[in-house]
C-alpha cells in the first residue's frame, strides 16, 4: 500500500510558541499528578513479581545537570518505564555525588578571587591561552623521547565567580559559596528539581548525597572500607602516583582538568656516564669528583647491547640535578620535576619545581663521549635529533640503530651526507666508525630488524614519520615477543623472558635506575601541571590475581548490549593495577582507621548501588539530617547491622533497630539485588565500572554481581562537542525550556543507541515537539468522528483495515523487542515514526477507494501508539490516556500492548502494493515526459485514462539458480545478512554453468537481489510470490486506478518465458 499521497511533509518551526507552550503546560499538569501520587515509590515487595533495577552513575554536583548528563540518565528511565509496562516491579533510584577535590578546590579558588579582586571582583583583562593540539600515543611500543604530546586542551583560566553567575547564581548570592558546604546545600537539590521537571521515574524518598555531611552513607561507607581491609584488600605503601604539586596531594580522574585516564608509566633510566665534554659546568663538576650521567628513559632495557650513540636536541635548554647519592644527571626541568617527587633528588622542591644546579645548552652537549651500559664501544657520542619533545621523557635518547627505525634512518642520514653532518655541526669521528650491532635474531626480519623494515618500507627520510611508525610497531612487537637475544649473559633467550633480570641487574648495577611520569599531560583542577610521585598512600590492590580472574568470569556472564562494552571491560580488568584510595584534601568520609585521610571519590562510589536498596529506611532528606521511614539513627548502624544487611551475617543482638524494621530492610536487599542494568558513559568503562565489578566480587557473592552495563558514548549537539566556551551547549532546563521535556526526550532517544558519540540534532527536537502535537490534535479530532458515526463500526475485514492491524501488530512486536535490548532509537522509529507512516497510509488508502476508517482499529491504534511512545514521551501519553480516553489509572501502572504475531501474508501483498504502485507511478510519468532522443526536443503526452498491467508467471531457470546460490553463500553477521565481496560473489556464482552461460545478464540480476536482500531481508531471495498476484492486482483495481488517476486498468497474466517479465515484477503498458 503505498504512503506516497500521504506522506507527513517537513513541519517548519512554528513563529508562534502556542504548541510548545500548550504542551508544556500538560507536563506542568502531569508532573504535579505524578508528584502528588508518589508514582514512583515503590510498594511493598511481592517475592513472586519479577523486578528490575536501573542505576544511573550518580552525577558530580559542583553545578546544574546539563544535556550530556540527562542522555545517559534517558537510558534509564526509557527502560524502567519498559520495564513497569512489561509487569515488573522497577526502581529507579538517583543519588548525588559530593565527594573529593572539585568542590573545595572550587570554593577555595572563589575565595582568593574574592579576596584578591573584591567583592564583586573586580579582574583584570587576560588572554586566554592556546589550546596545544598534539597526538595519540601508543605507550606499549613507546620509546620515551619519540611520543608525542598528548591531546589536552589548557583553559584559558575562567574565574570562579564567572563560573557561577553563568549557572544562573545571583550575585549577591555567589559569595556564600566560599564555604564548601554550601555547594551540597544548593545544587543537589536543584538536581532533584530539574529531573522532577523532566518528569523521571524515580523513587526520589532514596536519594541522598555523599559526604560525612551524610551521617548514613558516611557509616556504609567506612563500613565497607573495614570490610575490604579485612580482606586484605586495602594496604598502605609507596607508589607511584599522578599528583598534584600545587595541591599536595594525588590526583585522581575526577579531580583533573583535563587527562582524565592518563596513568603513570613506568621506564628505566639509563645512565650514561660523561667522559669528555665541552661544557664548563660539567667540567668543573668532573673535577670536583662528581660523576656526571646523561640519562635517557626507555622501555626496552635489553636492547641497550646495541647503543651506538645517544641523541640531545640541540636547542633544548637541559638541567643538571644533584641525586641524593650525589651523582649529577642531566635532563629536562620536567623530568627533574618528576625525579624530586619521587624522592630521588637531594634538593626538596621550590615553588612546587625541582632545584638545579644548573644548566648547560642542548648544543654545548653535542659530541660529547659517554660510557654507556652493554653495549661493546667503550665510548659513544651525542648526536642531534631535533624531533626529541623536551615535555616528554628526560629529554635525552639512547640509540640502538639494529632494532629502532627511527634510530636507524637518522644514523644513515647522517653517515651517508657529509653536507648534513656539516650541516648539524657534526664530526666524523663521532658518527663514521659506530657499526649496528647486531642483538637478536628476529624471525623473517633478521638481526638487523630496523634496517630490513625500512627498507621493506622504502623509507627515505628520518622525517616520514606515517611510514616510521609502522616499521617501528612491526619491529618492536616481533622483536618483543619473538625476538632472540644473541649477546651478553641472556644469548639464546627470548626478548620478552630476558627483559625483566636484565632490566633487575642494570639497576642493581647503579646503570640505571626506575623512573616515572604521566603517560601525557594531566592538568589538575587546581591548574598545576601533575607529575609522578612516590607516595605513601592507602590503595585498593585491583589486578591482584585471583581477584581479578574472579571478575573477569563474572564478566564473561554480564549483558552489556554492546560486544565492544564486554571487551572494553575485560582489557580495564587486565590492565589495572593498585589505585590510591586516600586523598589528604577535599570532602568525603575518612578512612576509619587512619583519619590522617579522606576516601576519595572513585571509591566511595562501587557498591552505593546497595545503599538504594535500604537508604529510605535511613533517612528522609538528602543529606540524611532527618531520619526515613525507620526512625533509625545514624549511631545505631553499626559495622554488624552493615554485616546483617549485606554481608550475610546473623542478625545483631544487641542492636536497638527493632527487628522487625531490619528484616525488612533486608528483605529489601534481597528482592533488588542486584541491579540489573547500570547505564553509564563509556568514559567511567574504564574506571568507575572497573572499580564496581571488582568491589561487588570482593564483597558479595557471584548471586549480587550486576547482571548488566550498558554504555553509551558522548553527545554532540548538531555534530559539534558539546561545550559552554563555544556557545554549543545545553543544560537539562535548557533543553525543556526551549523544547518541553517530551519533545527533549525524543531527540535524545533519537540521538543514538551506540557506544559510538551520538548526535542530539535540534532540528530533530523542535519536530518531536511538533509531532506530539500534530498527534494530539488528530486523536482529538479522531475520537470526535468515531463519537458522530463517522467511522466504520464493523470488524476490521478489509484489506486495508487487516494491513494497518498487521503493520500496527508487526511495530508492537519490533518495538518491543527494541526496547528489551535498550535500543532507543529503533524504538522511537518502529513505535512511532513508523507506525505514524502505517496509519497515514491507512488514511490516505481509505480516501482514496472513498471507503471510511474502521473504529475499532483506530482506537486500537490510539492506545497502543501511546502505549509504545509512553516510555520515551510520558506526560503527553498519560494526558491522552487519562484527559481523552478516560481512563483514571496512570499508564506507570498498565502493561505493554499483547497483539498476535503479524499476518506475514497480509503485509507481504501491502509491500507488494506499494512497491507496484511507485513502479508504475514512474511508467506513468515516463509516458507524460518521454525522454527525447538525440537532436529532438521534448514532447509532452496528455496524461493517460487507461493502461494495462502486464504480470508474468515464468521465472526464468538462470534467475532461480542465482537466488539458489546467494542463499548458499549468505552469511548472517550481527543479524545482518552479508555477502562476499562483489569480486568473489561473481566467481561463486559462476561455478554454476546455467549462471555462467548467461553471466552478463546474471551478475546484473545477482546484485538487484543483494541489494534487495539489504532493504527487505532474506525473503528478497524468494522469488515465488506466497500469493496469487493475478488475482491480487485485480482485487487492487479501484486503488490503482484512483491513486494514479487512470479511468481504466486491465490486468494481463503471460504465460510464455520473459527475461523481462518476471513473477513478482509487473509492467504498466499500452497507455491511452
Given at each position: 500500500?503505498?504512503?506516497?499521497?500521504?506522506?507527513?511533509?517537513?513541519?517548519?518551526?512554528?513563529?508562534?510558541?502556542?504548541?510548545?507552550?500548550?504542551?508544556?503546560?500538560?507536563?506542568?499538569?502531569?508532573?504535579?499528578?505524578?508528584?502528588?501520587?508518589?508514582?514512583?515509590?515503590?510498594?511493598?515487595?511481592?517475592?513472586?513479581?519479577?523486578?528490575?533495577?536501573?542505576?544511573?552513575?550518580?552525577?558530580?554536583?559542583?553545578?546544574?545537570?546539563?544535556l550530556?548528563?540527562?542522555?545517559?540518565?534517558?537510558?534509564?528511565?526509557?527502560?524502567?518505564?519498559?520495564?513497569?509496562?512489561k509487569?515488573?516491579?522497577?526502581?529507579?533510584?538517583?543519588?548525588?555525588?559530593?565527594?573529593?577535590?572539585?568542590?573545595?578546590?572550587c570554593?577555595?579558588?572563589?575565595?582568593?578571587?574574592?579576596?584578591?579582586?573584591?567583592?564583586?571582583?573586580?579582574?583584570?583583562?587576560?588572554?586566554?591561552?592556546?589550546?596545544?593540539?598534539?597526538?595519540?600515543?601508543?605507550?606499549?611500543?613507546?620509546?620515551?623521547?619519540?611520543?608525542?604530546?598528548?591531546?589536552?586542551?589548557?583553559?584559558?583560566?575562567?574565574?570562579?565567580?564567572?563560573?557561577?553567575?553563568?549557572?544562573?547564581?545571583?550575585?549577591?548570592?555567589?559569595?556564600?559559596?566560599?564555604?564548601?558546604?554550601?555547594?551540597?546545600?544548593?545544587?543537589?537539590?536543584?538536581?532533584?528539581?530539574?529531573?522532577?521537571?523532566?518528569?523521571?521515574?524515580?523513587?526520589?524518598?532514596?536519594?541522598?548525597?555523599?559526604?560525612?555531611?551524610?551521617?548514613?552513607?558516611?557509616?556504609?561507607?567506612?563500613?565497607?572500607f573495614?570490610?575490604?581491609?579485612?580482606?586484605?584488600?586495602?594496604?598502605?605503601?609507596?607508589?607511584?602516583?599522578?599528583?598534584?604539586?600545587?595541591?599536595?596531594?594525588?590526583?585522581?580522574?575526577?579531580?583533573?582538568?583535563s587527562?582524565?585516564?592518563?596513568?603513570?608509566?613506568?621506564?628505566?633510566?639509563?645512565?650514561?656516564?660523561?667522559?669528555?665534554?665541552?661544557?664548563?659546568?660539567?667540567?668543573?663538576?668532573?673535577?670536583?669528583?662528581?660523576?656526571?650521567?646523561?640519562?635517557?628513559?626507555?622501555?626496552?632495557?635489553?636492547?641497550?647491547?646495541?647503543?651506538?650513540?645517544?641523541?640531545?636536541?640541540?636547542?633544548?635548554?637541559?638541567?643538571?640535578?644533584?641525586?641524593?647519592?650525589?651523582?649529577?644527571?642531566?635532563?629536562?626541568?620536567?623530568?627533574?620535576?618528576?625525579?624530586?617527587?619521587?624522592?630521588?633528588?637531594?634538593?626538596?622542591?621550590?615553588?612546587?619545581?625541582?632545584?638545579?644546579?644548573?644548566?648547560?645548552?642542548?648544543?654545548?652537549?653535542?659530541?660529547?663521549?659517554?660510557?654507556?651500559?652493554?653495549?661493546?664501544?667503550?665510548?659513544?657520542?651525542?648526536?642531534?635529533?631535533?624531533?626529541?619533545?623536551?615535555?616528554?621523557?628526560?629529554?635525552?635518547?639512547?640509540?640502538?640503530?639494529?632494532?629502532?627505525?627511527?634510530?636507524?634512518?637518522n644514523?644513515?642520514?647522517?653517515?651517508?651526507?657529509?653536507e648534513?653532518?656539516?650541516?648539524?655541526?657534526?664530526?666524523?669521528?663521532?658518527?663514521?666508525?659506530?657499526?649496528?650491532?647486531?642483538?637478536c635474531?628476529?624471525?623473517?626480519m633478521?638481526?638487523r630488524?630496523?634496517?630490513?623494515?625500512?627498507?621493506?618500507?622504502?623509507?627515505?627520510?628520518?622525517?616520514?614519520?606515517?611510514?616510521?611508525?609502522?616499521?617501528?610497531?612491526?619491529?618492536?612487537?616481533?622483536?618483543?615477543?619473538?625476538?632472540?637475544?644473541?649477546?651478553?649473559?641472556?644469548?639464546?633467550?627470548?626478548?620478552?623472558?630476558?627483559?625483566?633480570?636484565?632490566?633487575?641487574?642494570?639497576?642493581?648495577?647503579?646503570?640505571?635506575?626506575?623512573?616515572?611520569?604521566?603517560?601525557?599531560?594531566?592538568?589538575?583542577?587546581?591548574?598545576?601541571?601533575?607529575?609522578v610521585?612516590?607516595?605513601?598512600?592507602?590503595?585498593?590492590?585491583?589486578?591482584?590475581?585471583?581477584?581479578?580472574?574472579?571478575?573477569?568470569?563474572r564478566?564473561?556472564?554480564?549483558?552489556?548490549?554492546?560486544?565492544?562494552?564486554?571487551?572494553?571491560?575485560?582489557?580495564?580488568?587486565?590492565?589495572?593495577?593498585?589505585?590510591?584510595?586516600?586523598?589528604?584534601f577535599?570532602?568525603?568520609?575518612?578512612?576509619?582507621?587512619?583519619?590522617?585521610?579522606?576516601?576519595?571519590?572513585?571509591?566511595?562510589?562501587?557498591i552505593?548501588?546497595?545503599?538504594?536498596?535500604?537508604?529510605?529506611?535511613?533517612?528522609?532528606?538528602?543529606?540524611?539530617?532527618?531520619?526515613?521511614?525507620?526512625?533509625?539513627?545514624?549511631?545505631?548502624m553499626?559495622?554488624?547491622?552493615?554485616?546483617?544487611?549485606?554481608?550475610?551475617?546473623?542478625?545483631?543482638?544487641?542492636?536497638?533497630?527493632?527487628?522487625?524494621?531490619?528484616?525488612?530492610?533486608?528483605?529489601?536487599?534481597?528482592?533488588?539485588?542486584?541491579?540489573?542494568?547500570?547505564?553509564?558513559?563509556?568514559?567511567?568503562?574504564?574506571?568507575?565500572?572497573?572499580?564496581?565489578?571488582?568491589?561487588?566480587?570482593?564483597?558479595?557473592?557471584?548471586n549480587?554481581?550486576?547482571?548488566?552495563?550498558?554504555?553509551?558514548?558522548?553527545?554532540?549537539?548538531?555534530?559539534?562537542?558539546?561545550?559552554?566556551?563555544?556557545?554549543?551547549?545545553?543544560?537539562?532546563?535548557?533543553?525543556?525550556?526551549?523544547?518541553?521535556?517530551?519533545?527533549?526526550?525524543?531527540?535524545?532517544?533519537?540521538?543514538?543507541?551506540?557506544?559510538?558519540?551520538?548526535?542530539?540534532?535540534?532540528?530533530?527536537?523542535?519536530?518531536?515537539?511538533?509531532r506530539l502535537?500534530?498527534?494530539?490534535?488528530?486523536?482529538?479530532?479522531?475520537?470526535?468522528?468515531?463519537?458522530?458515526?463517522?467511522?466504520?463500526?464493523?470488524?476490521?475485514?478489509?484489506?486495508?483495515?487487516?494491513?494497518?492491524?498487521?503493520?500496527?501488530?508487526?511495530?508492537?512486536?519490533?518495538?518491543?523487542?527494541?526496547y528489551?535490548?535498550?535500543?532507543?532509537?529503533?524504538?522511537?522509529?518502529?513505535?512511532?515514526?513508523?507506525?505514524?507512516?502505517?496509519?497515514?497510509?491507512?488514511?490516505?488508502?481509505?480516501?482514496?477507494?472513498?471507503?471510511p476508517?474502521?473504529?475499532?482499529?483506530?482506537?486500537?491504534?490510539?492506545?497502543?501508539?501511546?502505549?509504545?511512545?509512553?516510555?520515551?514521551?510520558?506526560?503527553?501519553?498519560?494526558?491522552?490516556?487519562?484527559?481523552?480516553?478516560?481512563?483514571?489509572?496512570?499508564?506507570?501502572?498498565?502493561?505493554?500492548?499483547?497483539?498476535?504475531?503479524?499476518?506475514?501474508?497480509?503485509?507481504?501483498?501491502?509491500?507488494?502494493?506499494?512497491?507496484?504502485?511507485?513502479?508504475?507511478?514512474?511508467?506513468?510519468?515516463?509516458?507524460?515526459?518521454?525522454?527525447?532522443?538525440?537532436?529532438?526536443?521534448?514532447?509532452?503526452?496528455?496524461?493517460?485514462?487507461?493502461?494495462?498491467?502486464?504480470?508474468?508467471?515464468?521465472?526464468?531457470?538462470?534467475?532461480?539458480?542465482?537466488?539458489?546460490?546467494?542463499?548458499?553463500?549468505?552469511?548472517?553477521?550481527?543479524d545482518?545478512?552479508?555477502?562476499?565481496?562483489?569480486k568473489?560473489?561473481?566467481s561463486?556464482?559462476?561455478?554454476?554453468a546455467?549462471?555462467?552461460?548467461?553471466?552478463?545478464?546474471?551478475?546484473?540480476?545477482?546484485?538487484?537481489?543483494?541489494?534487495?536482500?539489504?532493504?527487505?531481508?532474506?525473503?528478497?531471495?524468494?522469488?515465488?510470490?506466497?500469493?496469487?498476484?493475478?488475482?491480487?492486482?485485480?482485487?487492487?483495481?479501484?486503488?490503482?486506478?484512483?491513486?494514479?488517476?487512470?479511468?481504466?486498468?486491465?490486468?494481463?497474466?503471460?504465460k510464455?518465458?520473459?527475461?523481462?517479465?518476471?513473477?513478482?515484477?509487473?509492467?504498466?503498458?499500452?497507455?491511452?
Amino acid at each position: 500500500m503505498s504512503a506516497d499521497t500521504h506522506t507527513q511533509q517537513k513541519q517548519e518551526k512554528p513563529k508562534s510558541f502556542a504548541k510548545r507552550d500548550e504542551l508544556a503546560a500538560i507536563e506542568t499538569e502531569l508532573n504535579k499528578q505524578w508528584n502528588d501520587a508518589h508514582l514512583y515509590e515503590t510498594g511493598p515487595i511481592d517475592p513472586n513479581q519479577k523486578k528490575y533495577m536501573v542505576t544511573f552513575p550518580f552525577p558530580y554536583m559542583n553545578g546544574r545537570l546539563h544535556l550530556g548528563h540527562t542522555f545517559t540518565v534517558t537510558k534509564a528511565e526509557f527502560a524502567a518505564r519498559y520495564h513497569k509496562l512489561k509487569g515488573e516491579a522497577v526502581m529507579f533510584p538517583f543519588g548525588f555525588h559530593c565527594t573529593g577535590m572539585p568542590i573545595k578546590a572550587c570554593a577555595d579558588k572563589l575565595k582568593t578571587e574574592i579576596e584578591k579582586y573584591g567583592c564583586p571582583p573586580v579582574f583584570p583583562v587576560e588572554q586566554e591561552s592556546k589550546p596545544v593540539e598534539t597526538q595519540k600515543v601508543n605507550v606499549e611500543t613507546l620509546d620515551v623521547h619519540r611520543s608525542a604530546k598528548a591531546k589536552t586542551k589548557q583553559k584559558g583560566g575562567k574565574h570562579q565567580w564567572d563560573i557561577l553567575k553563568s549557572n544562573g547564581i545571583p550575585e549577591s548570592e555567589i559569595p556564600k559559596f566560599v564555604d564548601p558546604l554550601h555547594w551540597l546545600q544548593y545544587f543537589p537539590p536543584l538536581g532533584v528539581e530539574d529531573l522532577k521537571l523532566m518528569g523521571v521515574a524515580v523513587d526520589w524518598r532514596r536519594s541522598f548525597i555523599t559526604t560525612d555531611h551524610n551521617p548514613y552513607f558516611d557509616s556504609f561507607i567506612r563500613w565497607q572500607f573495614l570490610k575490604l581491609k579485612e580482606m586484605g584488600k586495602i594496604q598502605f605503601g609507596k607508589r607511584y602516583t599522578i599528583y598534584s604539586p600545587l595541591d599536595g596531594q594525588p590526583c585522581a580522574d575526577h579531580d583533573r582538568a583535563s587527562g582524565e585516564g592518563v596513568i603513570p608509566q613506568e621506564y628505566v633510566a639509563i645512565k650514561m656516564k660523561v667522559i669528555e665534554s665541552k661544557s664548563e659546568l660539567i667540567n668543573k663538576l668532573m673535577k670536583e669528583g662528581k660523576s656526571v650521567f646523561l640519562i635517557a628513559g626507555t622501555l626496552r632495557p635489553e636492547t641497550m647491547y646495541g647503543q651506538t650513540n645517544c641523541w640531545i636536541h640541540p636547542d633544548i635548554n637541559y638541567k643538571l640535578f644533584e641525586m641524593k647519592n650525589g651523582e649529577i644527571v642531566v635532563c629536562t626541568q620536567r623530568c627533574g620535576n618528576n625525579l624530586v617527587y619521587q624522592e630521588l633528588l637531594k634538593e626538596a622542591p621550590v615553588d612546587y619545581k625541582a632545584v638545579s644546579i644548573g644548566n648547560v645548552k642542548g648544543s654545548e652537549l653535542l659530541g660529547t663521549a659517554l660510557k654507556a651500559p652493554l653495549t661493546s664501544y667503550d665510548k659513544i657520542y651525542t648526536l642531534p635529533m631535533t624531533t626529541i619533545l623536551e615535555d616528554k621523557g628526560t629529554g635525552i635518547v639512547t640509540s640502538v640503530p639494529s632494532d629502532s627505525p627511527d634510530d636507524y634512518m637518522n644514523v644513515y642520514t647522517l653517515k651517508n651526507k657529509p653536507e648534513y653532518r656539516k650541516k648539524m655541526r657534526v664530526a666524523d669521528e663521532w658518527v663514521m666508525p659506530f657499526e649496528l650491532i647486531e642483538i637478536c635474531e628476529i624471525p623473517e626480519m633478521g638481526r638487523r630488524a630496523a634496517e630490513t623494515a625500512c627498507h621493506e618500507l622504502k623509507i627515505k627520510s628520518p622525517n616520514d614519520r606515517k611510514l616510521l611508525d609502522q616499521a617501528k610497531e612491526k619491529v618492536y612487537t616481533q622483536g618483543f615477543y619473538n625476538g632472540v637475544l644473541t649477546v651478553g649473559k641472556y644469548n639464546g633467550q627470548k626478548i620478552k623472558d630476558a627483559k625483566v633480570p636484565i632490566k633487575a641487574e642494570m639497576i642493581e648495577n647503579g646503570e640505571a635506575f626506575v623512573y616515572s611520569e604521566p603517560t601525557s599531560t594531566v592538568i589538575s583542577r587546581s591548574g598545576d601541571e601533575c607529575v609522578v610521585s612516590l607516595c605513601d598512600q592507602w590503595y585498593i590492590t585491583y589486578g591482584e590475581e585471583e581477584w581479578k580472574n574472579e571478575t573477569l568470569k563474572r564478566v564473561e556472564k554480564m549483558e552489556t548490549y554492546h560486544n565492544s562494552t564486554r571487551e572494553t571491560l575485560k582489557h580495564g580488568l587486565n590492565w589495572m593495577n593498585q589505585w590510591a584510595c586516600s586523598r589528604n584534601f577535599g570532602l568525603g568520609t575518612l578512612i576509619p582507621w587512619d583519619k590522617r585521610y579522606l576516601i576519595e571519590s572513585l571509591s566511595d562510589s562501587t557498591i552505593y548501588m546497595a545503599y538504594y536498596t535500604i537508604a529510605h529506611y535511613l533517612q528522609g532528606n538528602l543529606n540524611g539530617s532527618e531520619q526515613g521511614i525507620g526512625h533509625i539513627a545514624p549511631e545505631q548502624m553499626t559495622p554488624e547491622v552493615w554485616d546483617y544487611l549485606f554481608a550475610e551475617k546473623e542478625m545483631p543482638e544487641n542492636t536497638t533497630i527493632p527487628k522487625e524494621t531490619l528484616t525488612k530492610m533486608k528483605q529489601e536487599f534481597e528482592y533488588w539485588y542486584p541491579f540489573d542494568v547500570r547505564v553509564t558513559g563509556k568514559d567511567l568503562l574504564t574506571n568507575h565500572c572497573l572499580f564496581c565489578l571488582y568491589t561487588h566480587t570482593a564483597m558479595f557473592g557471584e548471586n549480587k554481581f550486576p547482571k548488566g552495563m550498558r554504555a553509551n558514548g558522548h553527545l554532540l549537539i548538531n555534530n559539534e562537542k558539546m561545550a559552554k566556551s563555544t556557545g554549543n551547549f545545553l543544560s537539562l532546563t535548557d533543553g525543556i525550556e526551549l523544547y518541553t521535556s517530551d519533545g527533549m526526550r525524543i531527540g535524545l532517544a533519537d540521538a543514538g543507541d551506540g557506544v559510538e558519540d551520538a548526535n542530539f540534532a535540534k532540528e530533530t527536537a523542535d519536530n518531536g515537539l511538533l509531532r506530539l502535537h500534530t498527534l494530539l490534535q488528530w486523536i482529538k479530532e479522531t475520537l470526535q468522528l468515531i463519537k458522530d458515526n463517522k467511522c466504520c463500526n464493523d470488524e476490521p475485514n478489509t484489506f486495508v483495515d487487516k494491513t494497518f492491524e498487521a503493520q500496527i501488530n508487526a511495530n508492537v512486536h519490533a518495538t518491543d523487542a527494541a526496547y528489551l535490548k535498550m535500543l532507543f532509537r529503533e524504538a522511537l522509529h518502529k513505535g512511532f515514526y513508523e507506525l505514524t507512516l502505517a496509519r497515514d497510509s491507512y488514511i490516505a488508502y481509505c480516501e482514496t477507494v472513498g471507503i471510511p476508517m474502521n473504529a475499532q482499529l483506530l482506537k486500537k491504534y490510539i492506545e497502543i501508539q501511546i502505549k509504545l511512545l509512553y516510555p520515551i514521551a510520558p506526560h503527553f501519553c498519560d494526558y491522552v490516556w487519562r484527559d481523552l480516553l478516560g481512563n483514571k489509572t496512570f499508564l506507570w501502572n498498565e502493561k505493554f500492548p499483547e497483539v498476535p504475531e503479524a499476518n506475514l501474508q497480509i503485509l507481504n501483498e501491502a509491500e507488494y502494493l506499494a512497491k507496484i504502485v511507485y513502479k508504475f507511478r514512474s511508467s506513468v510519468e515516463s509516458y507524460c515526459h518521454p525522454k527525447p532522443k538525440k537532436g529532438q526536443k521534448a514532447i509532452v503526452n496528455e496524461p493517460p485514462k487507461e493502461a494495462e498491467i502486464m504480470v508474468g508467471t515464468i521465472t526464468p531457470d538462470w534467475q532461480l539458480e542465482c537466488a539458489k546460490v546467494l542463499k548458499e553463500i549468505v552469511t548472517i553477521v550481527d543479524d545482518v545478512p552479508t555477502f562476499p565481496p562483489q569480486k568473489e560473489l561473481a566467481s561463486r556464482l559462476c561455478l554454476n554453468a546455467l549462471i555462467k552461460k548467461n553471466s552478463k545478464k546474471a551478475m546484473s540480476f545477482a546484485m538487484m537481489l543483494v541489494e534487495n536482500v539489504k532493504k527487505s531481508g532474506l525473503k528478497a531471495l524468494d522469488l515465488a510470490l506466497q500469493f496469487n498476484e493475478v488475482s491480487f492486482l485485480e482485487s487492487q483495481i479501484t486503488y490503482i486506478k484512483n491513486v494514479l488517476k487512470l479511468e481504466k486498468v486491465t490486468v494481463t497474466s503471460i504465460k510464455t518465458p520473459d527475461e523481462k517479465l518476471i513473477p513478482g515484477e509487473p509492467v504498466m503498458t499500452s497507455f491511452k
